[in-house]
């Protein structure tokens, strides 16, 4: 007789043990094969979003400062319900005092204050203060905030007629602080400083600084420039690297 060997039979422990490797390695590739998705998912993701960031980031400005106008067009249209949602949108962001809005429809483009308000309780009243039909509607941001995001709309469409056309470069730092953020700092940190001076020491001042409509659309236009000309050949640059960077790993177009 020959002198092989008979294997031992596996235990029901070892079969068992070996059912449950073999299931967490069925799992552990479907989670890596599911991460690989959800990655590759988000590269594609980002790789539009390298094709299409700015006139994915123009339509939200245009959205955004596009509602403010809306508000008082539904107001006009007797729309008064959709009209005050907006306006409730857009209060968390904005002072929305009518003595510094814009108004359409009504006699006049805007109604500086006649006298200095003489308490918060009172410009909370006046803020909720939309217009009428003799008056018109205010916008449902204040004139330097449509100035702000006006510009960056506006200035969005320039980069993105310019930028295959030219080399942009961005602005130094130095000029966007001087000429972009300390100008809206004066004229508004200035209005700010007197009514909290005239407020909590009366006498000292005999009214409070109210700037102007002129002066608040200029610093605001100001900045919201600076930010175009500052950030977007920055983010040019970086999304321009993203893409190539995605097109080498995927071969996408």
Known sequence: M???????????????????????AQQEAAEIAAENRWQR?????????????????????????????LAPI???????????LIYRLYAPFCHQYPFRSWFI????WSYPALRPLQSSDMQNLFRTMIGNEQLGYKVALCQRDVAIYGAIFLGGLLYGLLR????IRPIPLWSYLLFGITPMMLDGGLQ?????????????LAQPHE??????????????????????????????????????RYHWT
């Open 164 to 167: 295959d056309r030219v080399k």
């Open 41 to 69: 998912g988000m590269n594609r993701f980002v790789f539009w979003l390298s094709k299409h960031w700015l006139a994915l980031f123009n339509v939200l400005a245009g959205l955004y400062i596009g509602g403010t106008f």
């Open 105 to 108: 429809f009504g006699r006049q």
């Open 192 to 204: 700010w400083l007197s009514y909290f001076i005239w407020w909590l020491f009366p006498g000292v």
């Open 74 to 84: 539904l107001m006009k249209l007797g729309l008064t319900s959709q009209g005050e």
């Open 2 to 24: 020959g002198s092989g060997h008979l294997e031992t039979p596996p235990t029901a422990e070892s079969i068992i043990e070996e059912a449950q490797r073999r299931l967490e």
């Open 211 to 248: 700037t102007t409509a002129f002066l608040r659309t200029l610093t605001g236009a100001l900045f919201g420039l600076g930010i175009i000309a500052l950030g977007y050949p920055y983010m040019q640059d970086f999304f321009k690297d993203t893409y190539q960077t995605l097109h080498q």
